[in-house]
């Protein structure tokens, strides 16, 4: 079953040290090399991003995400594994659940 792995940390933080990126490679390649990895990119920052919503039938286009936090998304892995047990484990071996979270959601398979 594939699964969206949705990276989120504080951007201030801003850990892009050597050692940290050691470790995102190393996670990155153990997903490559056991197979599971269907795809996945790190995220421009949120002042990068727009926010588009229809109200009353008038477009409303905003800067940055859709809502006010202390976590910001900063990118995804889909990854294919057999169940949610084996999703968990690798969301424990990406880096920045020490710092931000790892939100795991089943993607949607249309027929």
């Not at 919503?53 to 057999?82: C, H, M, S």
């Not at 020490?98 to 027929?111: A, D, F, K, N």
Request: aromatic residues 10%; glycine residues 10%.
């Amino acid at each position: 079953m594939k699964y969206a792995f949705l990276l989120y940390d504080d951007e201030a933080n801003g850990d892009e040290s050597e050692e940290m990126m050691g470790r995102w490679f190393a996670v990155d390649g153990e997903t490559v090399s056991s197979g599971v990895n269907r795809g996945g990119e790190a995220l421009q920052p949120v002042a990068t991003s727009r926010t588009v919503r229809v109200r009353g039938g008038k477009p409303e286009v905003t800067d940055g995400p859709f809502a006010e936090t202390k976590e910001q998304l900063g990118g995804f892995y889909i990854l294919d594994v057999p169940d949610l047990d084996a999703a968990i484990e690798w969301a424990k071996k990406f880096p920045n659940v020490t710092s931000g979270s790892v939100e795991i959601r089943p993607v949607l398979e249309m027929q």
